[in-house]
């Protein structure tokens, strides 16, 4: 059974490339910084609850908005403009983040 602990959900239109291994990374604000490097996620869309994928936490780190960069966007396989973008629409009044480095298991 999948408890919220072992848990991760992201939305549809990053499963491809989750499953695909050009995402490495999601950018998620305190609520979600619990995960731990080393601890296994089953991984399910948002939108629909579907499992898609499982990856295994390699690292989580506290960042802040204005720290995003380059790397981040091309470890998120988009731009540091759509990267920021994308972060202010899921996160309107957040400046505190923690990046959670992963791997497809």
Known sequence: ???MMNKITFFS???ADIVSGKKTITI???SESYFQAGQALSVFTNETDRLFARIR???VTPIQFEQLN???AKQENMTLAELKQVIKE???NDNDFFVIEFELI
């Open 57 to 59: 936490v390699l690292s």
């Open 28 to 30: 998620r604000d305190k």
């Open 90 to 92: 899921i996160y309107p």
């Open 70 to 72: 380059e790397t981040h």
């Open 13 to 15: 239109r990053f499963e």
């Open 1 to 3: 059974m999948v408890t």
